[in-house]
Nanobody
């Protein structure tokens, strides 16, 4: 079992930055890939970024490329999402997720955090 707790959300003006953190605990959490998703009111959940356990390779959703950076601190079992140049459309609840690799490029996100609210004002 893996437990995920997000933090770092808040209110920021457009053009500003926030860094989200996701702390993972559990006996297998250190071997899991980590991802970030977000969901805005009235919209579908959207993939934001993921980082692989095996090689720390990263992948981003098109809407955040060049602005967001995912990273992890394996020693602390924490994944981060650095968000720069924030836009009002980035406003959403951001969720941390974790899961094993199930294929050459596939991750199964079995565990999810409670979410942290990010609000970007214009």
């Amino acid at each position: 079992q893996v437990q995920l707790v997000e933090s770092g959300g808040g209110l920021v003006q457009a053009g500003g930055s926030l860094r989200l953190s996701c702390s993972a605990s559990g006996r297998t959490s250190g071997n899991y890939n980590m991802g970030w998703f977000r969901q805005a009111p009235g919209k579908e959940r959207e993939f934001v970024a993921r980082i692989r356990w095996a090689d720390n390779s990263t992948y981003y959703g098109d809407s955040v490329k060049g602005r967001f950076t995912i990273s992890r601190d394996n020693a602390q079992n924490t994944v981060y999402l650095q968000m720069n140049s924030l836009k009002p459309e980035d406003t959403a609840i951001y969720y941390c997720a974790a899961g094993p690799t199930v294929g050459p490029t596939s991750v199964r996100y079995d565990y999810w955090g409670q979410g942290t609210q990010v609000t970007v004002s214009s």
